[in-house]
Nanobody, 126 residues
Framework: QLQLVESGGGLVQPGGSLTLSCAASGFTLETWAIGWFRQAPGKEREGVSWVSKRGGRTNYADSVKGRFTVSRDNAKSTVYLQADSLQPEDTAVYYC???????????????????WGQGTQVTVSS
């Protein structure tokens, strides 16, 4: 059974950092592009970042560009989202999702993805 499990969320002060992980099981990760999304209370889910199947290409939302870095270790079946300089507006549930297509143009669009994790909460507050 294909499964994505996020971890690494938590409470962090403004300016702090977190590393989110997305662990895949039940499938070969290198055959799937991975996206990160987030949903804040009362808001729609938004695309945050995308990484190609082999990790050579990435894409970011303007709101996180320069602060977040996506990477992947296919040997460990894990994708990471390094979130630095976190601000209160980054507070949200963060999700990873998998797509079998390597299309960066659509990487921040929900409809591009087939499988989703259950999410991990990130709270940025002093």
């Amino acid at each position: 059974q294909l499964q994505l499990v996020e971890s690494g969320g938590g409470l962090v002060q403004p300016g702090g950092s977190l590393t989110l992980s997305c662990a895949a099981s039940g499938f070969t990760l290198e055959t799937w592009a991975i996206g990160w999304f987030r949903q804040a209370p009362g808001k729609e889910r938004e695309g945050v970042s995308w990484v190609s199947k082999r990790g050579g290409r990435t894409n970011y939302a303007d709101s996180v560009k320069g602060r977040f870095t996506v990477s992947r270790d296919n040997a460990k079946s894990t994708v990471y989202l390094q979130a630095d300089s976190l601000q209160p507006e980054d507070t949200a549930v963060y999700y990873c999702a998998a797509s079998d297509r390597d299309l960066p143009l659509f990487g921040l669009s929900e409809g591009y993805y087939t499988y989703w994790g259950q999410g991990t909460q990130v709270t940025v507050s002093s």
